[in-house]
């Protein structure tokens, strides 16, 4: 969560309701996984 204030506070044009993030992971065998809007999700 901090690094989502951090971006907000560094970018406020981007603080919008329909701001989201998505985030991409890539294990070790290279597949790739997207979550979208990730973090409101936790």
Known sequence: ????EYIL???PEWN???TRFDL???DLSGQARRIQ???RQF
């Open 1 to 4: 969560m901090e690094a989502f």
């Open 9 to 11: 506070l560094t970018k």
């Open 16 to 18: 919008r309701p329909n």
């Open 24 to 26: 991409i992971v890539v």
């Open 37 to 39: 809007d990730a973090l």
